[in-house]
Every structure is written in structure tokens, then in C-alpha cells.
């Protein structure tokens, strides 16, 4: 854990007021170093930095280290909405080999929305002033990244998935997800709010993130949890939408008739479902998925409810739940193992969890797809960007569709980025 201060801080103070309305939350994050966690046009910003807690993965570790953060934070806030009060943002590495460490970051100011509700937040240490609230900026020049392949190029990644289905045929791995990458550069200084903001707009209905330079517009719930109930939204299957109704609707009638589809699907439902049942008095999910309608693909989906038996908060449930089949594979260990042999290059944080958490332990994560992570500088007129997009490979698994899957994943980041 890396505190701000070198002595053991003063706690923690976190007010909550009801705020005037306000027409984009987004203008009034950091250009730069923007906290974002925007669905529907819900949700919050985050600004400053009260507390950082680093952290090597998503393991228990990091609900202890929230606890004994919190654990004397005083709390004023009758505004009671989910999302108020004390929060940190996070965001987790995929492998707690990564050498990409994750971090919770507690902002000194967050502005939130639900529905016609407008909050405003400050956190501080106690014995300080209170922050003052951020004032709303233009934002900056348009900028575009310039992408292109990066250690596997589409013939490196069908051998990859060739890989992989070496594995299931030895019987090592029912499942096994296999990512590639895309490398490049954008200008210092850029406007990062354009980046989530082009997704927030063009990806409604999922989760628009930014988290310590990790933009992205994630579908999938990892878990939320508020009020002793966690929720989870599993995806696996995909196919591309069809360039006319007629097509569109074929496209996902064969979706949700596919073998190899419904296949993969199950393994990742499977794995939640396992993962949260000790900690449910109470576990409900679909007996079929459903298939999820997005802007660029649809997706096999299924929908999971928890009762929670005792008191365990989001980021417990995050540790026991990544990875999940739908970004690993099954059996969960030998899958990161083939995934630490097939790929060439760290995740980092791309399919690990992303997200926020607050005082009580409720949060809303969600797995940190079709995004992209933006470097430190490290001199120059350029930042270093990388984004990943990877595919279920399962016994049937064909490398050319497969690395097809990919580029429609890529599609959201890709766009956003030009």
C-alpha cells in the first residue's frame, strides 16, 4: 500500500451534498488524468488524488488493504445513492505476474449523477482543508493515435489459437482466451476525455471507464454489489451484427444455435457461478442466455444474482471471481498458463477488473475490455498506447474466425482512437 503521507495518514473525510444539475460530468474530469465510470449518463467523475493504494493484482490482498484504509473514515453523506459517500476508483492487472501493477485511487472530488440527481463528493485527510469543487473545462485540440500490429500479427495470432487447440486436444485446457494487441503512439498532452467520451456517446449501454490512463467501454459486469445483493452479467460468444435487418437477425439466430458458441458461454457462466456460491445464501441465472444487442457485435448473455450470506464486499467478490472463464479459459490455471506461453506479451490490465469500490465494500467492476492503456511519458512529443482484444478458443475454434472475432472487438478502440 503507498499512502500519500510517509507517517501513518490522518483518516480519511468524505462529504456528500446534493449538487445543481450539470450537462457533461465529463468536462469537468482532468484532461490528462481523468477518473470515469459513465453508463446511460450515470455515474461519477473523479478529480485529484486524495490516496493511492497500489496493489499486485486482484487477490484478497487488496480488500484488506481498502479495509484498513477505511476502517476510521468518517462518512457524512445523506444523499444515500449508490455511488456517494467514500469511493476509490480501480483498476486491476489481468496476471498477478503482471509487472503492470493495479491501483485503487481515492479522488479529492467526485461529481455524480442518477438520473435527475446530482452529487458532489470531497475527500480529504483530516486536519486539511477541504478541496474546492473543479471548475468545467473546454476540451482540448482533437488528436488521433496511430496503431498497427504488435507482437503477434494476425498469421502469429491464428498460430497462437492453433496453439491453443493443441492444449484442448491434449487435454490440458477446455477453453483457453487468446489476445493480440495493437501498439502505437498519441500526442503528449492529449485530451484523454475525448477518448472516453467518444465511447461514453457511441457504447451507451456499457461501462465507460478511465482509470489511471485505462480508457475503455466495457460490457461485461465482473459484479456489483449494493445492499447485501450481487449481480453479474456473464458474456462469451460473439458474432459480428449484419450489415441489413435480414442479416442482422441471422447473425444472431445462429449465435444463439451455435455449439461451439454455446459451449464457450457455458464454461464462462459456469466458472461465476461456482466462484460466488460460498458467499450466496441465495443464487439465481437464466437456464439459457440471451443474446445482448451492442452497436458493433452480439453477444451470448447471462445474467446472475447473489443473495450475499455475509458480509463480504465487491472487491472480495472480484477476488474470488477473476479470472473468469470468458477472459482466461477452464480449468483456471492451466488456461493462464497457456495463456503466459501462447502470448508473447503482458496484459497488463486489459480483461482484469475495473471499476470502483466504496466505505461499505459496494462497487460496480467490470472486466476492462475493448479499451486501451496510455503510457507515462517517457520523453518525446508521444505517449505509448497499447489496446488488446482476444477470443474464446474451444474445441471447434477455426484461427481465421477467430482472428475475425477480434478485429470486430477491436472495433469501439480502434474508432475512438482515429
Known sequence: MTFLDAARPARLVATTREADPVEDLLAYAHPTAPLVWLRRGDGFVGVGETLRIDVAGAGDSVGSAWRAAVEDAAVDDPVGLHGTGLIAFGALPFDPESTTRGALIVPS????????RFWITTIHREGRPAPQPPEATGYGPYWAATLGPGRLDPEGYQNAVRGGLDAIAAGEVSKVVLARELVGTIPAGSDLRRLARALS?????????????LIGASPETLISVAGGVATARVLAGTAARGADPDADAAASLALATSAKDLDEHQYAVQSVVAALRPYAGA???????FALKLPNVWHLAT???AGLADSASSLDLVAALHPTAAVAGTPTDAAIAAIRRLEPFDRGRYAGPVGWVDANGDGEWAIALRCAQVGEATGGDTLPVTAHAG??????????????????KFRPIVDALA
Open 201 to 213: 456517446t457511441g457504447y451507451p449501454d456499457t461501462w465507460a471507464y478511465a482509470v489511471d490512463g
Open 303 to 305: 445474467d446472475i444474482e
Open 283 to 289: 443464487l439465481s441465472a437464466s437456464e439459457q442466455p
Open 391 to 408: 477470443a474464446g478458443i474451444v474445441a471447434g475454434s477455426d484461427p481465421e474466425a477467430e482472428l475475425l472475432e477480434t478485429r470486430v
Open 109 to 116: 472530488v467526485v461529481l455524480g449523477r442518477s438520473g435527475d
